[in-house]
């Protein structure tokens, strides 16, 4: 899982409540990813960041909001609007490939599994 | 828009024998892609990757994959299955529209003694 820790490991969240899960790496990348995951589903991209102070929505990004204020982190808030959050997230990084981006590989964090109550 | 095929839910083999795991692609331009593997509960590691160059591709643990553009497929081998290798393995490829991958449904890989 290198060097991305992701925190908690377990987050039970109520209805109507917001959680955070925590993102931070020390690999110096630029780009952070959220991805969730579902069985049989594979993963499916949330939000994305490529430099500090910008993001962007992925595939699957309404109910979840996201900041990037540092280079070393990258934390996702699970809304109330999410109606079915319950999943496990992944976090990933990765530094800009000599391609333009495309051939550059995601390092993945231990991830966090999400249960509601 | 892009995409990722992983036909087999599952796949089964005796351990000391030969593994395939298949993956085709659905990419506007150069193919960029990806292995992962995913032990339970736990993050993604990386395999393999292919970016240009040599069709065959060698990655970690003894792992290797094919790349054939005119099949568009990017199979994953071994020549020789361990009980460790046991768990899930996601193909992906890069997503030319954005620093992301596109993943496929992933292949449960159960190797018996």
């Known amino acids: 899982d290198g060097g991305i820790t992701q925190s908690p490991k377990y987050l039970f969240r109520k209805e109507g409540q917001n959680v955070t899960l925590s993102c931070e790496q020390n690999?110096?990348?630029?780009?952070m990813y959220w991805y969730r995951q579902d069985p049989g589903q594979g993963l499916r991209l949330i939000y994305y960041s490529q430099i500090v102070n910008d993001f962007q929505k992925g595939d699957i990004a309404e109910g979840y909001s996201v900041s990037r204020e540092k280079k070393e982190s990258f934390p996702l808030t699970v809304t109330s609007a999410q109606k079915n959050p319950t999943a496990f997230y992944l976090c990933?990084?990765?530094?800009?490939?000599?391609?333009?981006?495309?051939?550059?590989?995601?390092?993945f964090g231990p991830g966090t599994r999400l249960l509601v109550l | 828009a892009q995409s990722v095929a992983q036909p087999e839910d599952q796949v089964n083999v005796a351990e000391g024998n030969p593994l395939t795991v298949k993956c085709t692609y659905s990419v506007s331009g150069n193919p960029y892609l990806f292995w992962y593997v995913q032990y339970p509960n736990r993050g993604l590691q990386f395999l393999l990757k292919y970016i240009t160059g040599d069709n065959l591709v060698k990655g970690s643990y003894g792992f290797e994959a094919e790349f054939n553009k005119s099949q568009t497929s990017f199979h994953l081998k071994k020549p020789s299955a361990l009980v460790s290798d046991s768990a899930l393995y996601f193909c992906a490829s890069g997503d030319t529209g954005r620093r992301a991958l596109t993943f496929g449904s992933g292949t449960r890989l159960q190797v018996q003694p």
């Open positions: 690999l110096n990348h630029d780009a």
């Open positions: 990933a990084s990765s530094i800009p490939h000599r391609t333009g981006g495309l051939g550059e590989t995601q390092y």
